[in-house]
Nanobody, 122 residues
């Protein structure tokens, strides 16, 4: 099982990007998912999160600009980023609580993606 991120790149200030985080492999489902980011020399911080039921929360720095959503049929979570600022520059990671079928039943495991780089610059 892997979480595969995509959608990063270089964008000008004020622009938009949509990041995707998709689960590959045979899974039962996905519970909570979070998008994190880590700028050079800084710690990894939570940007946005979504529960299995669709409840969301955001870091104050991205409220009103970023939107997290999910497509359960595709086992994919998205992060729509609008009105991007240079301070949004970072490597973005997703972390998912993935449900796997085990002999003892369904169990939850935490997986990180490999990261996708977002650069906001003119």
């Amino acid at each position: 099982v892997q979480m595969v991120e995509s959608g990063g790149g270089l964008v000008q200030p004020g622009g938009s990007l949509r990041l995707s985080c998709a689960a590959s492999g045979s899974i039962f489902g996905i519970n909570d998912v979070g998008w994190y980011r880590q700028a050079p020399g800084k710690q990894r911080d939570l940007v946005a999160a979504i529960t299995s039921g669709g409840s969301t929360n955001y870091a104050d720095s991205v409220k009103g600009r970023f939107t997290i959503s999910r497509d359960n049929a595709k086992n994919t979570v998205y992060l729509q980023m609008n009105s991007l600022k240079p301070e949004d520059t970072a490597v973005y990671y997703c972390n998912a609580e993935v449900l796997l079928v085990r002999p003892v039943g369904v169990r939850s495991y935490s997986y990180w993606g490999q990261g996708t780089k977002v650069t906001v610059s003119s």
